[in-house]
């Protein structure tokens, strides 16, 4: 998955204002105690890091 992709998915699901908010402030132990920019800074896949937000946060499947 591309980063625009992935920002993408964070603005459908948290609302364009929100979703830089919450990848900034919201630490995950799924993540290895780090927020969603953290983990991408860290080379963590952006795919990979998508899953977590969708299992953390109960994204529907159908916007998986």
């Not at 625009?4 to 979703?19: I, L, P, V």
């Not at 919450?22 to 998508?50: C, I, N, P, Q, Y």
Request: net charge negative.
């Amino acid at each position: 998955m591309r980063l625009t992709d992935f920002w993408q998915r964070m603005a459908e699901h948290f609302g364009a204002s929100y979703a830089d908010s919450f990848a900034h402030d919201f630490v995950m132990s799924e993540l290895g105690g780090r927020t969603v920019h953290e983990a991408l800074a860290a080379g963590w896949d952006a795919k990979d890091v998508w899953r977590v937000v969708c299992d953390v946060m109960d994204v529907p499947a159908h916007k998986r």
